[in-house]
């Protein structure tokens, strides 16, 4: 058997996967692509849309408004699905676009229809990722809504950091984070001054380094206690279904 | 047959729902329960939760924050789950609480794997309504994060007005409305004294009325155009899957 692809590794914290399970997974890799910054995946208003299941590299999903606005909504890794929303909605209520080089594997929807008839457990999996996937954004929405600048940054960088871990980028103390800034402000609703003054800040609490693309816990419990983190809706201690 | 509950109602918009889909639907639909403002359904940080389906009144789910905060993530209406994210994720991340006197099926999360397992097809409806509700959470993050006052209430309005009418509960016109100005503006993350005055003011350009418990659209094109709305997250020209 082939190395566990992230989104294996992923479904595995929330269900015991059979081999069954897991080469069902495999076949839904199969069709291999890969994208550079600067062009949509996924394009906002846009019908017969295909949704990818994102296998390296980093790609940001963001909304734009009439009125020029634009906020990122999430930032997905390998492992998560692109776009399974916008296939299922017929039409794409967002852009997704790569932040790093990526190689995603394109997702025939009667391909993961089919694969939901012949393994149920993984339905119920990619429910999960699905749920997971709004978890996030209610946390996002609740930091803009009600989270200091400080509080908000601090859980969105141990965000990353779990979901990471997770899926074998990153250990608990440590990753690469291939964000500039001026991203970082478009997903926290703060400008990019705003964002640099905010890490400095963390940097001199002694609480998390954000250099040379890569995030440092300087002092994992303390930025735990600053932001009220609590990582129950990103893993498991052992999976949910056996 | 009974007549379609809010849920299939909501279902047939993706999915046309077979006889045994309606059949295994109705079953999930048997343990009633009747709750009461005040009294939580789901309550954050808890564990074995149950899930519900919501069939008669409005509930409002919301986080609550180590600094005191609260946000309301989203408000749900018959036909919505409730919940379900508690159950996959073993630990409840955010709480639930009628608005209103409420009725609601209690899911047994074993039920409802069996179901899939029986009728995939249902499960590919379920992910849809998932993907729905994760889409509903992006467009309060876009509101609270990009959209002014006047723009986002006029949005969320909307927004309830095309859910209500999608499981026969109002007209393109005019839906019953239970919320307070202190709820919306614990969802709008506005002040309740701006929520009045921003209803005031769409009433004053001719857009929208909320008055006894009653919101009417008085300019539907004007109010679409103002809050750049587009149900296309919402509600389909009929079912995608067939």
Not at 34 to 47: A, M, N, R, T
Not at 111 to 122: C, V
Request: hydrophobic fraction near 45%; charged fraction near 20%; aromatic fraction near 8%.
């Amino acid at each position: 058997m082939t190395e566990a692809s992230p989104l294996a590794r992923k479904l595995a914290a929330f269900v015991a996967l059979s081999d069954e399970d897991l080469s069902m997974l495999d076949r839904l890799h199969q069709r291999r692509r890969k994208f550079v910054p600067g062009v949509d995946l996924v394009h906002q208003g846009q019908s017969n849309q295909t949704a990818y299941i994102l296998a390296k590299g980093w790609v940001c999903s963001y909304k734009l408004l009439a009125n020029g606005g634009r906020q990122i909504v999430d930032f997905q890794i390998p492992g998560d699905f692109l776009g399974l929303r916008s296939v299922l909605f017929r039409t794409a209520d967002h852009n997704i676009e790569p932040v790093t080089p990526v190689e995603a594997s394109e997702v025939i929807i009667s391909d993961l229809l089919s694969a939901f008839a012949d393994t149920p457990r993984l339905a119920t999996a990619v429910l999960w990722a699905a749920s997971r996937d709004e978890a996030m954004v209610v946390e996002h929405l609740v930091g803009i809504g009600r989270r200091n600048a400080l509080e908000r940054t601090a859980h969105y960088l141990l965000e990353f950091g779990a979901r990471l871990k997770l899926v074998g980028l990153g250990t608990k103390m440590s990753y690469a984070c291939p964000l500039s800034q001026y991203l970082l402000a478009d997903a926290l609703g703060l400008s990019a001054v705003h964002v640099n003054r905010v890490l400095r800040q963390l940097r001199e609490m002694g609480l998390l380094t954000f250099h040379n693309g890569r995030v440092t816990f300087d002092d994992f419990e303390g930025l735990v206690a600053l932001a009220d983190f609590d990582k129950a809706y990103l893993d498991h201690d052992g999976p949910l279904l056996r």
